[in-house]
């Protein structure tokens, strides 16, 4: 909202508004004129103690980004200990700490699974089938040691490395 001065001969001009003499007008209008003066007044002396204040934050070296760290520094604490924050976050920690349980829960009945399932005997009647095709691929490798050290006949010089790492 902004003042705008009334303009006194405009106003004579005009009626009374109903209820007022023309005296008690007259008071009003003078009223008036005075508050909007100290309005004024208020004003420029507002304006000259903003001027001041900025000279002082300068000659203290404070910058604007010193008062808005300041005031964002203000306005998160004013969060923290706000009454939906602390709900909030004591909601947040109930419901990670249920689902910590739940996943802790999850985690040991697909541990106990596994090792119902590594005691079945499918699991059991594959992993002794690996275990013979492993025995049988290492046992070969073993009994022809010849061929593996030097496939292109090189002689017993050990491959030379040129990996980049």
């Known amino acids: 909202m902004t003042d705008v001065p009334v ?7 005009t009626s009374a508004p109903e209820g007022l003499t023309l005296a008690e007008e007259e008071e009003l209008r003078s009223e008036l004129a005075k508050v909007e003066e100290e309005i004024g007044t208020l004003r420029q002396v507002l304006a000259a103690k903003e001027r001041h204040c900025g000279e002082l934050k300068r000659k203290l070296g404070l910058t604007p980004l010193d008062g808005l760290k ?48 590594r005691n079945s005997a499918t699991f059991k009647s594959f992993e002794d089938r690996v275990g013979t095709i492993k025995s ?11 061929g593996l050290h030097s496939p292109s006949g090189a002689g017993d010089k050990p491959p030379q490395d040129n990996a980049p790492f």
């Open 7 to 13: 303009d006194s001969a405009a106003a004579a001009r």
């Open 136 to 146: 049988r691929v290492v046992g070969s490798r073993e009994n022809s040691t010849e």
């Open 70 to 117: 300041q005031n964002l520094s203000k306005s998160w604490h004013d969060v923290q200990v706000s009454n939906a924050y602390k709900k909030t976050q004591e909601t947040l920690s109930q419901a990670g700490q249920k689902t910590s349980a739940a996943l802790s829960n999850v985690g040991s009945v697909i541990s106990r699974k596994l090792g119902d399932m």
